[in-house]
């Protein structure tokens, strides 16, 4: 099973993204719980829930600082006023 590209989480909205952060999230959760419990089959899947994780979480830092960068500017005109 390859891990995921990051191309399909750039195509995603910004509440589809929401909702895959918190469904990995608890993708890892359950995962933990059955490690824990020792029933985890497959430890493999940690590494891509983590990584598609990291995918997500990039992407929306990414366009949370894309919407900061284009903000100030119309602040600062109102600031001058």
């Given amino acids: 099973m390859a891990l995921p590209s990051i191309e399909d989480v ?46 997500l979480m990039t992407i929306e830092r990414e366009r949370q600082l894309a919407t900061s960068q284009t903000e100030p500017e119309s602040t600062t005109a109102a600031e001058e006023e």
């Fill in 10 to 55: 750039r195509k995603l909205s910004d509440e589809e993204l929401a909702e895959a952060i918190v469904k990995e999230k608890q993708q890892l959760f359950q995962l933990r719980l059955e490690q824990a419990t020792r029933r985890l089959e497959s430890p493999h899947l940690f590494k891509h829930s983590k990584h598609r994780l990291s995918q």
